[in-house]
């Protein structure tokens, strides 16, 4: 068990190094630290479900997944979203298998114990005459999630009663989820269901691989350089500002070496762009209207890209959303939501759609790339060199790019710490920090009481 | 258009039909992508929708909003033109793959010059030195026409049985 063999020294070891702006490679794909993430990560942080264009009517309902824990959200009568335990309170099965779909009640297939919207127990089978009077139905309703709570049409979840409140959680990303799911009248809606593939990585490196590295693009994605979509200069994804803001969460505002876009405001129509103005601040206003690509993440496992792109020549704006479900140490099953401007007009956005299937989700031909590298990693991380708690082989990654070289830019006009290029680790190292908090939360207070 | 036409399904038809489906797997297994795109018609239609779980019996589970593929012959060509590029990492080192196309039926259409044909797909890859064989199942409807003397693929859509895909990517067409 790890309390008793992550002895302290390999953790002040860790901490010594993460200070150095290193990251010891054991950690990545250990499986104790991975219990521990489920636990301290995944159990006491926000994590997002759904949006709320997935549940349009009363009875609209999704199935998802927090990490190990399934959840089923509703909206129910009153038009409120509701986050229950998807499982039966008489024997614990899962209550209900569907991806999605418009219900009054949901009933369970063993024995026919059912459930309103609201989660209260409506019916048992031959109820008075097995169990009596004596059951109180009211103390066998579905369990609700601790806390449900949503921003901007983003719904998030939270196992822990008394983390602190979702807005207070993302903190100046609301600023950035103002313009990403603001910008536009009635906001942005999904498509669909979300894609679902398994992946061969690590929850962490696929969450800094997009919140955190613009850095990898100039050579993962060199094919698009190669084909002439994107530019020979290896700086080009580098241009704008890698800003961190708290709770490990940040956010690349990518513009160009002009410090504009190409094209104003991502090459959404002109004629949405007095919107935008509208509903956004002037600061807010400028960063769109300069940006090529919002790239970055909210801790632990949403991640986010707005990118611009196009399949035949012409070039499209779209939202898109990932969940980083870990299913192991090595194993990350990846939920991607493709989302676009409530506003935009019908031709645009099946127009944006194809363009995302061209670029990110499983087919996408960016990401394909990504998953070749996430899975590398993994490929290597059981060795020995690359376990050794003593670090004696140097086995640690580099996280040196800007470390105490560059100076947050003061003149940018957003919330956060704003590093002027995106070319640095600043906000994978902020991840770090925040991952070593919430990770040795406890486990060293224990220890040190011993 | 005489609805009440329909053309009798020979052998050597079958055949014909058959020979495109083979000869298009032989393409995309040995990397031949720029003859396989050559087996498309130019007003080609090539989707994959996802698949859902829903509840009831009967219920239609090809999603109608959410794909993996929305795809012309353009678009298409941009995705192989990548392929032939050096630094298309997931296929370089090149994976190694299968498509075994299977229970091929063939049916006329309304319009004369071309027919419906469904297939199953079951596709196996093996990617580096990794012990993993990953693989994907489903069925394909497409849709051929006879140009000239060449069969072409003028519509596809495939059905993937999975609702959650466990190929690490999907580089692969299908
Ligand atoms: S477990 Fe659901 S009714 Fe018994
Ligand atoms: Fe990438």
Redesign the interface.
Known sequence: MIKKTLDEKAFQLLKEKMDQGLFPQWVLTDPDIYELEIDKIFGRTWQFLAHETELEDPGSYVTRWMVNDPILLVKNRQGEIKGYLNSCTHRGTQL??????N?KTFTCPYHGWSYNLDGELIGIVAGNKVYGEEMDKSEWGLREIPQVASYQGMIFGCLDPAAMPLEEYLGDMKWYFDILLGRSDGGMEV??????????ANWKATAENFAADPYHVQ??H??????GISPEDPLYAGYGHQVVTENGHGINVITSKTGKARVPYQGTPESMWPMFKKNLTPEQDDILSKVTVFVGGVYPNLSFVSPIHG??GHLHNYLNFRMWRPIGPEKV?VWCW?LIDKAAPEEYKEAA??GY??SF???G?L???D???W?RIV?VSKGLMMRDKQLNYNNVSNYLMGFDRVEPDETYPGPGIAYPTTYIDAISRSMHENWFKLISKDLLLKEAVK | MNSGLSIPITAQLQMEIISLLNMEAYYLDNGKYKEWLDLLSDDLIYRMPLRETLEGVRADNVSKDASFFEETKKSLTTRVNRLYTKSAWVENPATRQRHFISNIMVESMENTSEFKVRSYFLFKRSRGSTHDIEQMFGERNDIVRKEGDQWKIVSRTIIPDQSVITTMNMSMFL
């Open positions: 209900c298998t569907a991806d999605h779909g219900k498509r669909g269901l979300p894609q679902r593939w398994v992946a061969k050579t993962t060199r094919s698009t350089v190669e084909l399949t035949e099953e493709f759609y194809r299937l061209g989700g499983p087919t031909t990401e394909q790339d998953t070749e590298t899975a490929e």
